[in-house]
């Protein structure tokens, strides 16, 4: 988001909020609805196939994540850094990337199969790892595509697109359900839906105004400094944080699949679903508190204490509630969504909303340190979770299964707030005493939620819509009675 800043500083200060508010908008309401959306499609899947072929699904599409990165390799935050900073190489840099990018799409597809055989999957694996493969092929384009309409400071597009593919995946793929058609042709659905946000994303870029003007004005890669050395040495770095995340993100599923069966990611996909479908609360929150704390640490660094400690009440507000409550009913949610075979997944779901906590907590912590310059610094920690979630994976896995992958996401999550936080106490110092009368408030309405939802279960109440509305209104209530005002105090220090 740090393009953001730089497009306030060549404007007016008001047009450069609006813009910031525009884009924001779009980009939250779309990762919504796209949740929504997601969310909807694999609560039908999950009701229409058994738990071994739900893990080979996940299995597939976890696989080619793996090695996502590789087809872009950074270069998509380099385009939109360096594309915004001047716009008038925009259109020159846009096409030497995509050069690039045709043969990093080659060797990443190349060498995703030689792995898948050298690894000795079989030919069912092997024809949805192809496929799943293509569509990754055509998410690596369009998301250059976006880059660089996110550098002309457009993500209307973006939003629509995203909404609009993800649509067209829930009505291809419920079709094939519903006519019973074999697996594959479920992933062949992710790959329509990525070739129609392609011709979606190059058309828009293409008649965007000042692309328009680059081209008849012959704006050319050539005259750009350095060559393609240069392209790779400067998107190196993201790279590197990009190949982090993705193994992060995606080894357990894998390594679940591998070392404990297909049943086995089957269980541990709907806990993880459920818990993926809160990470955009954080991921909006970001889009706009980045580019204050950027803003204060350029101009006002002691403003970044008080930043981040409202960044924290808030989402602290939200992750601890939502894991207190999945404790209480998470068995009876999981039946409830996806049927009586994801009963004993509980735990699982207890274990992943308990990471969630650790999850929220990260954002602000890696945030304050990118506005800080000291992106090697985050860069570094998420190789040491990587390497150390791997290790926990594979040692817990053959004996928990699910729960053992559970276990290792929590544990990562933990270091990688825990490591943030420390670095980041020695380039800014919080003060966090302000912040101890917010949680203990949080706390305190998250234990009287509990105590209702236990009292209503003791009597008898199993529904889970019930118990969900009545949890959340007793939290709120019970927030808002013992200290709401402060807290919206708080929110008052990152909205402006």
């Not at 796209?34 to 229409?48: M, N, V």
């Not at 550098?151 to 993800?166: D, F, I, K, P």
């Not at 800080?372 to 040491?384: E, N």
């Amino acid at each position: 988001m740090r393009l953001l800043f730089f497009y306030t500083c060549s404007m007016s200060v008001k047009a450069g909020l609006r813009s910031i508010a525009s884009n924001t908008i779009w980009m939250t309401g779309a990762s919504v609805a796209q949740k929504i959306i997601s969310f909807g499609y694999f609560w039908f899947l999950a009701h229409r196939v058994s738990l071994e072929t739900l893990g080979l699904y996940t299995f597939a599409l976890s696989y080619t994540t793996l090695f996502s990165i590789g087809t872009d390799i950074g270069m998509a935050s380099v385009l939109v850094r360096d594309g915004a900073r001047d716009p008038e190489q925009l259109w020159g840099l846009y096409r030497r990337m995509i050069r690039v990018k045709v043969l990093t799409c080659v060797v990443t597809y190349s060498l995703l199969l030689i792995a898948a055989v050298a690894v000795g999957y079989d030919s069912t694996k092997l024809l949805l790892i192809s496929i799943a493969g293509i569509a990754m092929l055509l998410d690596s384009i369009h998301l250059t595509n976006y880059a660089a309409l996110r550098a002309l400071h457009n993500t209307r597009y973006e939003a629509m697109g995203m909404v609009g593919s993800q649509a067209l995946t829930l009505v291809l793929g419920v079709t094939a359900l519903l006519m019973h058609a074999p697996l594959w042709v479920l992933l062949l659905a992710y790959g329509v839906s990525s070739a129609c946000n392609v011709l979606w994303s190059t058309f828009q870029l293409l008649r965007h105004p000042q692309v328009v003007a680059l081209r008849v004005a012959g704006s050319d890669s050539s005259l750009l400094r350095g060559g393609v050395r240069a392209l790779l040495r400067v998107a190196f770095p993201f790279a590197l944080a990009g190949i982090f995340t993705r193994v992060y993100s995606s080894l357990d599923a894998v390594l679940l699949e591998r070392l404990a069966g297909d049943a086995a990611l089957g269980l541990y996909s709907a806990p993880y679903k459920i818990a993926f479908a809160f990470q955009f609360i954080p991921m909006a929150l970001v889009a706009s508190l980045y580019p204050l704390l950027s803003h204060a640490a350029a101009h006002d660094i002691a403003q970044i204490p008080r930043i981040f400690r409202a960044a924290m009440t808030y989402l602290l507000a939200i992750a601890i509630p939502l894991f207190a409550g999945t404790v209480v009913v998470g068995d009876a949610l999981l039946v409830a969504l996806f049927g009586a075979k994801y009963a004993g997944a509980g735990t699982v779901l207890s274990l992943m909303m308990a990471s969630l906590i650790f999850a929220f907590a990260s954002f602000p912590v890696g945030s304050v340190l990118n506005a800080m310059h000291l992106q090697k610094a985050q860069t570094v920690i998420m190789g040491i979770v990587m390497v150390l979630n791997a290790v926990l994976n594979i040692m817990l896995i053959p004996h928990l299964g699910a729960v053992g992958a559970a276990i290792a996401a929590v544990v990562g999550y933990v270091v990688l707030f825990g490591a943030g936080l420390v670095w980041m106490q020695r380039v800014v110092v919080v003060a966090w005493r302000p912040m101890v009368w917010h949680v203990f408030l949080i706390l305190a309405a998250t234990g009287c939620m509990v105590v209702a939802l236990l009292l209503l279960r003791a009597v008898g109440m199993s529904s889970v819509l019930p118990l969900i509305v009545i949890g959340g209104v007793v939290y709120v209530g019970s927030l808002m009675l013992m200290g709401g005002r402060a807290l919206l105090r708080a929110r008052s220090s990152f909205n402006g």
